[in-house]
């Protein structure tokens, strides 16, 4: 809520410290967002400890449901880079895991919502980045820039189309970041709005009561839509990184 008492829908996305820390005068306090990233981590590792340690022959649930989102993962990952890419299965399945259970959570009542920071997805892209050029230079050296210069280019052409490259090669994180960034901010958003109308009208009285429902409808049914993407937007993150890992494997074009 806004301080006046009505409908603010960024109000849910601002970050307050809980145990403030600032040693040295560098802000490091324990915040919301820090709270948070906890119990995704906490509810994330419980899932896939627990469901792991089972091993029954029948699994049960959480078995099920951990095995399922690793084979999941491991298909998503060896799809696009081949058995050879399963080195890099850890990274992929904890960045897959993490953007998950934070779009997941951020869906309950009071809970906050860590992909709706463009600092948290901003940093997420960055390490992707770094992973794929950390790797290309050194599995393969200057041959890693490669990945520049498309082969069958004339030479006249060539300048133009490397400067293209490497813009287009800078802008995945810009992407990667705000891709997740936008959907998570903007479903909430919409979410909190209808909401707001729903509060208003009922508050209204009257006729107004009326048309309640028709708002609430529309909250439901955003609703049902903000899970689908929260999923669907943990996936598209999960398969642009074996994308570009893919580019560190195989720079040649």
Known sequence: MAAGGGIDPIHQFQIHPIVALKPFGIDLSFTNTSLWMVIVLAVVSAIMIYGSSQRAVVPGRLQSLAEMIYEFVAQTLTGV?????MKFFPFVFSLFMFVLASNMLGMLPGSFTVTSQ??????????VMAVVLIYGI?????????LFVPSGVPGW????VMLIEVVSFLSRPVSLSLRLFGNMLAGHIALKVFGGFVVALIAAGGAATVL??????????????????AFLQAYVFAILT????????????
């Open 212 to 229: 309640a429902p028709l708002p609430l409808l529309l909250a439901v049914a955003l609703t049902a839509l903000e899970f689908l993407v």
């Open 118 to 127: 463009i600092i948290v997805t901003a940093a997420f892209a960055i390490l």
């Open 157 to 160: 052409l060539l300048p133009f």
């Open 242 to 253: 074996c994308v570009y890992l893919n580019d560190a494997l195989h720079p040649g074009h």
């Open 138 to 146: 050194t599995k393969h050296g200057t041959h890693f820039f490669g």
């Open 81 to 85: 880079m081949g058995r050879e890419g």
